[in-house]
């Protein structure tokens, strides 16, 4: 498949991913350029989409490594079938072999159990491999990552060098729970993904939920805009913002007014400290979000 800025655009347009053209380019480059992507921004600015959006456009299997504090090479990469091996090794007393036909035997690719890193180098055709949160990983791991980011291959100490069949597209996400190391930035093209701004916002809202009033979907969008304003412990994401729309509709509110988001902002702000501080600035919020109409 040639990699074209229209196959981007197209495919971005299929997924109903609403973005700029800042976005189109830079996906555009690390695909031709074969560079992991990095994204950055705020938690819900539609990262992890991305990744999910590329594979569609390049009909390529997406495979997601979801990072978390003590992810380990094990759960990414590889693990050894213990279980087949103590058979195979049982099997193999029987016949009598040896202890060095036994240990060839039993770490071979056929005990090999394939984890996401692993699968994404070695599947016969090319996939979108999705490093979700690499920031919630530990530095070692991400350490580990440096190889196969770079070389887009592996090392198995006792198979050797493992290298991709098909390079995948790369994508790692970050909330930016702590910094990312130089090396690691190094091998990626980096994209700062915010919030999109409000006409965008009310872009999305009335392409994902048609049938809201359109000046109910402007409203929307500029309440959630002047909410993410506030110094909140979570800002609402796009995916909240759609619920709360959804939610809208469900209830036939035709407008947003004071009685409307004292009913539904636990869709958007999930914390009672959250709820309280815009509350606390409701007239404010409201008068910001209707001021034209």
């Not at 070692?140 to 770079?150: C, N, R, V």
């Not at 965008?200 to 048609?210: D, H």
Request: net charge negative; hydrophobic share 45%.
């Amino acid at each position: 498949m040639a990699i074209t800025r229209e196959l981007i655009r197209a495919g971005l347009e299929r997924a109903r991913y609403i973005t700029t053209e800042a976005v189109e380019t830079v996906l555009y480059l690390s695909l031709v350029l074969e560079k992991p992507l990095l994204i950055e921004g705020p938690a819900g600015a539609g990262k992890t989409e991305i990744g999910k959006v590329l594979a569609a456009t390049l009909d390529a299997e997406l495979i997601r490594l979801q990072c978390y504090e003590g992810l380990d090479e094990a759960k990414a990469l590889y693990e050894w079938n213990y279980q087949k091996q103590l058979l195979r090794i049982q099997a193999d007393r029987d016949q009598g072999l040896s202890g060095e036909e036994m240990t060839q035997h039993v770490f071979s690719r056929e005990y090999l159990l394939d984890r996401p890193l692993l699968r994404a180098i070695t599947t016969p055709r090319r996939a979108v491999l999705l490093i979700d949160e690499i920031d919630k990983a530990d530095e070692e791991f991400e350490a580990f990552l440096l190889e196969l980011l770079s070389d887009f291959q592996v090392s198995i100490p006792e198979l050797g060098t493992v290298r991709a069949q098909h390079r995948p597209a790369v994508v790692l996400t970050s909330n930016r729970a702590r910094e990312l190391s130089e090396a690691l930035k190094r091998r990626c093209l980096y994209l700062w993904l915010d919030f999109p701004g409000v006409e965008k916002e009310r872009e999305i809202v009335a392409l994902k939920v048609p049938d809201l009033e359109p000046q109910l979907q402007a409203h929307v969008a500029r309440f959630v805009h002047a909410l993410r304003k506030l110094d909140l412990h979570k800002a609402p994401s796009i995916a909240e913002t759609l619920d709360w729309a959804r939610a809208l509709r469900a209830l036939q509110i035709r407008e947003l007014n004071a009685a409307a988001v004292r009913q539904t902002l636990n869709l958007v702000l999930k914390s009672e400290e959250d709820l309280r501080k815009a509350e606390g600035k409701s007239a404010q919020l409201l008068a910001a979000a209707t001021k034209s109409g």
